[in-house]
């Protein structure tokens, strides 16, 4: 059962806007599809949090994409969200695993540094937002609030946790974005920044059971706040076969015709959702220009 959703708030009368998610099973799907190892499988669940928070940001058709790409042995890491919950995601190298002597996923060993979070948001007919900030500890929660402060313009603090057991399997995913509204007092700034100081990682809250409303109520006081909305999430790949029909056409005559004598058809598989799709020489023929 998919127990995955989002919890959009304002609190303290419209001065801070606050999201939160649970999105332990879309992790686990993410994961499963690619096996990957623990700090793989927590940097790009963490990925997966934030982008398919920061969809939750957008109306109607618009997209949002995140990439990652710190120079450290995961490679890139890739993710991208619509307006409705539906999220997919992927790291080059899954079979990425370090840790901190306490135990702790080292995320950031896996990402590097050395590099930077791009963010492109299509926001329709040939309009587009990009952002780019150079990573911060490759920690991804970190990152992402240097980016919103940076690139958005809006304080904020992004709480990122997945929590993966010693057989791979995502026990607690979820995550946290609090964006600071121009308008915003004393008071409600004192508040947050004393309970982040003191909150629980995200990925025990979630693993203790709290719902996205807990987080909420955790971070700014029962009473404070009001929901908005909520929104169920799910890891979900739209690929089909006209789009990778599209990169097919970008080959020359030759290298087609390589494929169809040496192979008599092509196939190409999806990087997000590992789904194959079988090309016949005959369909490889009449892409030829
Ligand atoms: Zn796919």
């Known amino acids: 059962m998919n127990n995955d959703y989002l919890a959009k708030s304002l ?123 150079p990573l911060q500890t490759g920690e991804i929660g970190d990152d992402f609030t240097y980016y919103f402060t940076q690139s958005e313009q809006t304080p904020s603090a992004v709480g990122l946790g997945v929590l993966v057991s010693p057989e791979n399997e995502v026990i607690a995913a979820g995550g946290f974005i609090i964006q600071v509204m121009p308008n915003a007092g004393e008071e409600a700034i004192t508040t947050l920044e004393k309970s982040l100081s003191i909150i629980k990682p995200v990925s025990e809250m979630i693993a203790d059971g709290m719902t996205p409303e807990d987080m909420i109520k955790e971070l700014v006081g029962e009473g404070n706040f009001k929901i908005l909305e909520t929104m169920p999430l799910a890891f979900e790949c739209n690929c089909n076969k006209e789009k990778f029909i599209s990169g097919l056409t970008s080959l020359g005559n030759v290298e087609l015709d390589e494929m169809i004598k040496e192979d008599d058809g092509a196939e190409a598989v999806c990087h997000f959702c590992m789904k194959k799709y079988q090309f016949t020489a005959e369909e490889l023929e009449a892409l030829k220009k």
């Open 11 to 133: 609190a303290f009368g419209g001065e801070i806007r606050i999201y939160a998610a649970r999105t332990t099973e879309l992790v686990n799907e993410a994961n499963k599809i690619v096996a990957a190892y623990p700090t793989a499988a927590a940097a790009v669940g963490r990925t997966l949090t934030a982008t398919v928070m920061m969809g939750g940001m957008l109306k109607g058709r618009e997209t949002v994409t995140v990439r990652i790409n710190g120079g450290g042995p995961i490679g890139l890491i890739i993710a991208d969200a619509n307006a409705h919950g539906k999220v997919r995601g992927y790291a080059s190298n899954p079979r990425v695993h370090f840790q901190y002597d306490s135990g702790k996923l080292n995320v950031g060993m896996a990402v590097g540094t050395a590099g930077d979070l791009y963010v492109t948001k299509d926001l329709g007919l040939k309009d587009y937002f990009t952002g780019q900030v």
